[in-house]
């Protein structure tokens, strides 16, 4: 299991960095092993401005100013999507 302090300190740099509107979701949870996945959904990841890759980098540039290079090895997925997206698949 992942480290209860590392996934807290991920949530509290993206809300405290690019992610700190309400409305927007941030999850940090266990992959079932000894890393961590992070779920962001924002309306700011517009589907028909941002590729699925440049929405990860955005999530990405947040933590890798604050995270130590063993921290972020830890990081095995990251889920970056608009809330419509969401509505596609449901």
Known sequence: MA???LKQKIH???KAGSFP???YFVDVFDDGDEHIRILVISRKFDIHEY???EREDR???DIVQ???EDELERISRIVAI???EIKIYT
């Open 3 to 5: 480290s209860e302090m």
């Open 12 to 14: 509290d740099i993206l």
């Open 21 to 23: 509107d309400p409305d």
């Open 51 to 53: 590729k699925r890759s």
């Open 59 to 61: 999530v990405w540039e």
């Open 66 to 68: 604050v995270l130590s």
């Open 82 to 84: 608009n809330p419509e």
